[in-house]
C-alpha cells in the first residue's frame, strides 16, 4: 500500500499554485492564485443503528464514545442529531453539552433544532447559539409519550489541553421513558489550524 507523507513545515511566505502544505495541525492547498485553503481531514462518526439511552436525569453520550483531540489546535465540527422516544409523559428540558479530557480555551456553535412526534419531521424549529460546553437547553417542558428531538449544529471549537472530546445530552428529570439516538446521526470534526487567529486565504 502506497502513501504520502508530509513533513511539517512552515507553510509558504507567498503560497503557490498547486501547492499542498502541513504544518503540523492542518492540511492546505492552493488552487488559484494565492487562495490558500484548508484541506478538511475530518474524524467522522455515524451510527449504524439506534444507540439506546437510559430514563435518568444525568449526563448521557450522544454516540456512546469519545473523539481524541489534540492540544493547542482549533477545530470546526457539524453535527445531525436525532433522538427518539415512545414512552414517558414526565415534563422535562433537553439539554446539549460537551465533555470528555480535554480543555477548551472558547467554543461557539449554532443549533438548528424541532421537535415533532416522528420522522420525517419539522414545523417546530428555532436557530439559536452557544459560547459554552457546559448544558445548553434546546428544548423545555417536552411532556409527550412518543417525541423525536432533531438537533443539526456546527461550529469551532478552540482546545488547550488534548484530550477526550464527547458529545452528550441531559434531561432535566427523567421522563419515564428513555430517548434513543437514531442510526444516521453523525458527528464530524477535523483541524484548521494552531489555537488563535485564523487567517487562511486572502481575507485583508
Known amino acids: 500500500m502506497s502513501s504520502i507523507v508530509l513533513t511539517a513545515d512552515t507553510l509558504l511566505g507567498t503560497p503557490t499554485i498547486g501547492s499542498v502544505e502541513f504544518d503540523g495541525k492542518a492540511f492546505y492547498n492552493t488552487a488559484q492564485g494565492t487562495q490558500r485553503g484548508i484541506i478538511p481531514g475530518a474524524q467522522f462518526f455515524r451510527l449504524e443503528s439506534n444507540l439506546a439511552g437510559a430514563n435518568v436525569a444525568t449526563v448521557q453520550s450522544v454516540f456512546g464514545v469519545s473523539v481524541t483531540l489534540s492540544t493547542s489546535t482549533i477545530y470546526g465540527f457539524q453535527y445531525l442529531y436525532v433522538f427518539s422516544k415512545s414512552a414517558g409523559t414526565t415534563a422535562h428540558a433537553f439539554s446539549l453539552l460537551f465533555g470528555g479530557s480535554a480543555t477548551i480555551n472558547n467554543i461557539l456553535y449554532g443549533i438548528a433544532k424541532d421537535q415533532d412526534s416522528a420522522l420525517p419531521g419539522g414545523g417546530n424549529s428555532a436557530i439559536f447559539a452557544t459560547n459554552v460546553a457546559t448544558a445548553t437547553q434546546v428544548d423545555g417542558n417536552a411532556s409527550v409519550a412518543t417525541a423525536t428531538q432533531i438537533q443539526f449544529g ?51
Open 154 to 204: 456546527q461550529g469551532t471549537v478552540s482546545i488547550n489541553g488534548g484530550g477526550t472530546f464527547t458529545p452528550q445530552y441531559i434531561l432535566s428529570v427523567a421522563p419515564g421513558g428513555a430517548y434513543s439516538t437514531v442510526a444516521g446521526s453523525y458527528f464530524l470534526i477535523y483541524p484548521i489550524g494552531s489555537a488563535g487567529l485564523i487567517n487562511v486565504g486572502t481575507w485583508a
